[in-house]
Structures are given as structure tokens and as C-alpha cells.
């Protein structure tokens, strides 16, 4: 089957780095995507990785390694505000389905 | 500029009962997808609309249907409900040429009691 597994929730303190891994099974796909969603809200979009390697935006940052299935997203600098749940996301080749990860909850203590 | 809305943002239905949610994409976007997001979990790909016709669909049963309309809105249906499509539904919508970057909505909240 086709599957984004992820941390189930990770725990940082604010002002340090922390990295949110996504490992996956699946046939093929056209680029890694990451998207924030805060409890109650909606999920925004965060980057894209269509080729292997580092993208960056800022604070976060998001890698892309397909021949090792896997992907993570760093967030720098935590804040307050970062706390929330990530989940990364792939388009399979072929279609416009979407798979989204399992999601990371992340807590950012003061 | 509006982003993507829906309506309602609650909703309570009874099992059996049918119910039609609504979504009006960003600006600018014509593609609009739906996904449905159970408490703790990422949300699933219900199934996508462009230039007013289902393109792709996820794995959800025929009692999920939608439509899209010439100004790109669109409705997901869901018929005889079950206690287990209590969830958030989820619209997203994306620009033509770029599909990868996804807009959401903040989604519609049903109960099935």
C-alpha cells in the first residue's frame, strides 16, 4: 500500500531546532509537500520539494531524499506559535490524488 | 482577497439522513479537491474537481458525490450517512499550473448521531 508515516508528536522548547521526519511507501510521486495545522484550523501550506535536496522559507526548511524514501521538515528559532500539528503530503504520479502522513504534533515549551 | 470558504461549519445530521456541503475556491483557482479529516488523523483524498468534472477519486464509496459549478464552487454529497463520516470535510482549493500548492478551507464540522 501506499503510506506517509510520521512522529506522532515531537516536543521542543522555544528557540531551539527541530526536525519532523516523513518516511514513505509509494510507487511514485511527483514531489514532497508540508502543510501546519493548528487545533480547530485548517491546514496551510508550508513548502514543496520536487527534486531531492533543501528548500527553504524563512524558519523552516524541508528535505527531500527519494532514493532513501524520506523527507524532513526543520523548523528553526521555535515560537509559541509553531506549536501545532505537521503532516506531509504527496501527489501520486499519474493522478491528482493526494496522501497525506499520519501528522506530528508539535509542542513548543516556554 | 477571500480565501476558500465553506458553509456550514457545523452540522448535525441522524444516520440515513443526506447532507450537501458547500465550497467557494480562492480567487483565481479553478481545481477544487475534498478530503475528509477524522479527530487525530491526516486528512483523505475524497476526490478532486476541474472544469466541472470529478477527476480523480480517493477510496470512498459512491455515497460521496460532488459537483462543481461554471464559477469553480462546488458540493460534496454525502448519501444514507454513517456514525463513521463523522469528521471535518475539507475543501482545497489550487490554481491551474500549479497543483501543488494547496489552499484549505477552514471545513466543515458533521456529526452523525
Known amino acids: 500500500g501506499q503510506s506517509l508515516e510520521q512522529p506522532s508528536e515531537v516536543t521542543a522548547v522555544e528557540g531551539a531546532i527541530v526536525q519532523i521526519n516523513c518516511t514513505y511507501q509509494?510507487?511514485?510521486?511527483?514531489?514532497l509537500s508540508w502543510y501546519q495545522q493548528h487545533d480547530g484550523g485548517a491546514p496551510t501550506f508550508l513548502s514543496y520539494?520536487?527534486?531531492?535536496g533543501l528548500e527553504e522559507t524563512g524558519r523552516f526548511s524541508s528535505f527531500l531524499s527519494r532514493s532513501d524514501s524520506y523527507g524532513y521538515l526543520l523548523l528553526q528559532e521555535l515560537q509559541m506559535k509553531d506549536s501545532a500539528s505537521y503532516f506531509c503530503a504527496v501527489r501520486n504520479s499519474g493522478t491528482y490524488k493526494y496522501i497525506f502522513g499520519t501528522g506530528t504534533r508539535l509542542k513548543v515549551l516556554a | 482577497d477571500a480565501g476558500v470558504t465553506q458553509s456550514p461549519t457545523h452540522l448535525i445530521k441522524t444516520r440515513g439522513q443526506q447532507v450537501t456541503l458547500r465550497c467557494s475556491p480562492k480567487s483565481g483557482h479553478d481545481t477544487v479537491s475534498w478530503y475528509q479529516q477524522a479527530l487525530g488523523q491526516g486528512p483523505q483524498f475524497i476526490f478532486q474537481?476541474?472544469?466541472?468534472?470529478?477527476?480523480q477519486r480517493g477510496n470512498f464509496p459512491d455515497r460521496f458525490s460532488g459537483h462543481q459549478f461554471p464559477n469553480y464552487s462546488s458540493e460534496l454529497n454525502v448519501n444514507a450517512l454513517l456514525l463513521g463520516d463523522s469528521a471535518l470535510y475539507l475543501c482545497?482549493?489550487?490554481?491551474?499550473?500549479?497543483?501543488?500548492?494547496?489552499?484549505f478551507g477552514p471545513g466543515t464540522r458533521l456529526t452523525v448521531t
Open positions: 474537481y476541474y472544469e466541472e468534472e470529478e477527476r
Open positions: 482545497a482549493s489550487s490554481p491551474q499550473g500549479n497543483p501543488y500548492e494547496q489552499y
Open positions: 509509494t510507487s511514485g510521486f511527483y514531489g
Open positions: 520539494n520536487a527534486l531531492d
